[in-house]
């Protein structure tokens, strides 16, 4: 089937406004991870679902950025009151069991805050 | 705190030769270490990897070597082409800690010239 697929694949926005990234994983997938990619870095981890649950959110920054996975496929991952600092590109993978198992990624949101 | 310490920053390869980017972790703990490949607007793609009970893995062009000892790993890309030329990560993670999720490298832009 299809691969990750990550909307909108561009976002501009201004400081202090309210974000949503959407991720649609793999089918049947039921392990997906947000993580964050700043410019010329690797990727930094942010959260991990296993089924609808947020199994580690250690990676958040802080509580400006919450995720959901309400019926364990289509994930969204919401940003509060946007900082210049939270421009990168945010990476959404899946992976079909999680822990061992191969992590396949989207192409990404790329956000920007003016 | 970086984990996973990845060099050269950038590399420059004539077409047929060999490419080697070198990586290094800290946490032994670690028990799987792939390597991504990623292209200018698409998301990282899973290359090749390793598990440390093995000190070498070939697929096709590509090499992992692993010195479990001296806690470092490095690929090698024999042949290297235009067509490599692109952003690579070495990555690690724990199969018990939060669903295997991935630390990674700073990157390594790779350019083949023809």
């Known amino acids: ?114 | 705190q970086q984990q996973v310490k990845q060099s050269p920053q950038s590399l420059i390869v004539q077409k047929g030769g060999i490419s080697i980017i070198n990586c290094a972790y800290e946490n032994t703990a670690f028990d799987y270490f792939p390597w991504y490949q990623q292209f200018p607007g698409k998301g990282p793609a899973l290359l090749i990897a390793i598990r440390p009970d093995v000190s070498e893995k070939k697929e096709g062009r590509f090499t992992i070597s692993f010195n479990k000892s001296a806690k470092q790993f490095s690929l090698h890309i024999m042949d290297s082409q235009p067509g490599d030329s692109a952003t690579y990560f070495c990555a690690a993670s724990m199969k018990k800690t939060s669903g295997s999720r991935l630390t990674f490298g700073e990157g390594t832009q790779l350019t083949v010239n023809p």
Request: glycine fraction near 14%; proline fraction near 5%.
């Open chain 1, 1 to 114: 089937g299809a691969g990750v697929s990550q909307t909108p694949s561009n976002k501009v926005t201004e400081k202090g406004k309210y974000v949503e990234l959407r991720c649609d994983p793999i089918s049947g997938h039921t392990a997906l991870y947000w993580y964050r990619q700043s410019l010329g870095q690797g990727p930094e981890f942010l959260i991990y679902f296993q089924g609808t649950g947020a199994a580690d959110d250690s990676g958040l920054p802080n509580d400006r950025f919450f995720a959901v996975r309400p019926e364990g496929s289509v994930s969204t991952l919401k940003i509060q009151r946007t900082e210049r600092g939270d421009s990168a590109v945010y990476l959404c993978a899946s992976s079909l069991k999680g822990p061992g198992g191969i992590q396949y990624f989207g192409a990404g949101t790329r956000l920007s805050v003016l």
